[in-house]
Nanobody, 128 residues
Framework: QVQLVESGGGLVHVGGSRRLSCVAS????????MAWFRQPPGKEREFVAA????????YYADLVKGRFTVSRDNDENTVYLQMTNLKPEDTAVYYC?????????????????????WGKGTLVTVSS
């Protein structure tokens, strides 16, 4: 099992940048495909980005492609989401998620209830 704790959320202006972090407990972090999801106010949770075990493969939702970058540091048990050129519609609670037996390519289209490990989320508010 792994426990996930996000940080880095806060208030940012339109066009600004923010980096989110997700620290995982446990010694098997490198065997987990990791992902970021978000839940805008009043909407369902949606996929944002995913990264494979080694970090070599990454996947993005069309809405964030070219603006967000997912990365990981397996030595630090941490996955990051660098967000740039933020827009008001990026306002959401951002969640870190992990799956030990499925690759990142499948997380892209998985239902949230099929992903076993989640953090509690961190709120990002983009103001105009």
């Amino acid at each position: 099992q792994v426990q996930l704790v996000e940080s880095g959320g806060g208030l940012v202006h339109v066009g600004g940048s923010r980096r989110l972090s997700c620290v995982a407990s446990g010694r098997t972090f490198s065997s987990y495909a990791m992902a970021w999801f978000r839940q805008p106010p009043g909407k369902e949770r949606e996929f944002v980005a995913a990264i494979g075990w080694t970090g070599a493969r990454t996947y993005y939702a069309d809405l964030v492609k070219g603006r967000f970058t997912v990365s990981r540091d397996n030595d630090e048990n941490t996955v990051y989401l660098q967000m740039t050129n933020l827009k008001p519609e990026d306002t959401a609670v951002y969640y870190c998620a992990g799956h030990q037996t499925k690759p990142a390519s499948l997380i892209v289209t998985m239902k949230t209830y099929d992903i076993p490990y989640w953090g509690k989320g961190t709120l990002v508010t983009v103001s105009s």
